[in-house]
C-alpha cells in the first residue's frame, strides 16, 4: 500500500489554519498593536509603548472591574454547572417528566442573550416586576429594588447567566451520562448503592474529561457575558455589575480610548486564557487520579 505523503495532514488543516488566522490571530494581534498606543479610530495608531498597561496597573475602576468579573465567574460557574450536572442526572435517571424538563431548561439556551436580558430587566422591576409579585404572592415582600441597587444588581445578573447556559450544561453533561453503560449501574444497584452513591462513585468519575470540558466553557461565557449586563443594567448601578467586557466597551466606544480600551481587553484575554488552562489541568489531573 502506498504511503501518504507527509503534506497530506497539513492539506487537509489548512483550511481550518486560515480561519484560525484570519479570526482570532489576526484580530488579537490588531488589538495588542492598537493598545500600545492612542488611536482615534481614523489614521495611524500613534505608539506610546507601554503607557497603557502602566495606566491600568494604576486604575481603580479597572481593579474594580477584576473583581466583579471574578464574582460573576464564580457565581455563574458553580451554579451552571451543578444545575446542569443535577439535571442531567435526573434526566439520565429518568425521573418522572424526564423529555419535559429537557426541553423546558434547553429553551433558555436558544434565546439571544440581549432578549433574555431585556426581559429579565423587566421582570425584576420594582413595582412592575414579575419577579416582585410572585415573591408578594408568598410573604417574601414586594418592593425589592433588584437592578437599582448596588448589592442585588450582580447577583440578579448572575440568576440570568445561570438561566441561559445551564441547558446547553445539562444536555452535555447528559450525553455523557448516557454513554456510561447501564450494566455499571445494574451492579452498583445490586450491591445496594444508592442514588446519591452512584452519582458521586459511578457517574462523576466517569464524566470528569466532560465536566471538565463544560467547565471550561461556561467560564469563557461568564467572563465574556457582555449583552447579559449591558442589557441589564449598562454596568449599573454605579459601576457595580461592570464586568470587564462591559468596561471595555466603555473605554473604546463611550470614551473614545480605543488604545486604553485595546489594553484592557488584552488584558481579559490573559485572564480567561489562564482561568481555561487552569480549569483543564485541573480536571485532567482528577481523570488521571480517578483511574
Known sequence: MARRPRIFPIVVMLPALVLLLVLVAYPIAGSVRISLGSWDGVGAV???????????????????????????????????????????????????GARIFKVVWFLPVIIPVSIAGIFWSNAFQPTTGAVNSLLGMIGLGDDHAWLASSSTALYAAIFVAVWTQTGYAMLILLGAMEAIPLEVHEAATLDGVGAAGRLFRITLPNILP??????????????????????????????????????????????????????????????????????????????????
Open 46 to 96: 500613534v505608539y506610546h509603548g507601554l503607557d497603557n498597561y502602566r495606566r491600568l496597573l494604576r486604575d481603580s475602576l479597572v481593579w474594580q472591574s477584576i473583581g466583579t468579573s471574578l464574582q460573576f465567574f464564580i457565581g455563574t460557574v458553580v451554579f451552571t454547572v451543578t444545575l446542569g450536572t443535577l439535571l442531567a442526572n435526573a434526566i439520565s435517571r429518568k425521573v418522572p
Open 210 to 291: 466532560m465536566l471538565g470540558t463544560i467547565t471550561t466553557l461556561t467560564s469563557v461565557f461568564s467572563f465574556n457575558a457582555f449583552g447579559i449586563i449591558y442589557a441589564m443594567t449598562r454596568g449599573g448601578p454605579g459601576n457595580s455589575t461592570s464586568i470587564l467586557p462591559v468596561l471595555v466597551y466603555k473605554q473604546s466606544f463611550i470614551d473614545q480610548d480605543y488604545g486604553y480600551g485595546s489594553a484592557t481587553a488584552v488584558i481579559t484575554t490573559l485572564i480567561v486564557a489562564v482561568i481555561g488552562i487552569m480549569t483543564l489541568r485541573i480536571f485532567r489531573q482528577q481523570t488521571l487520579d480517578a483511574r
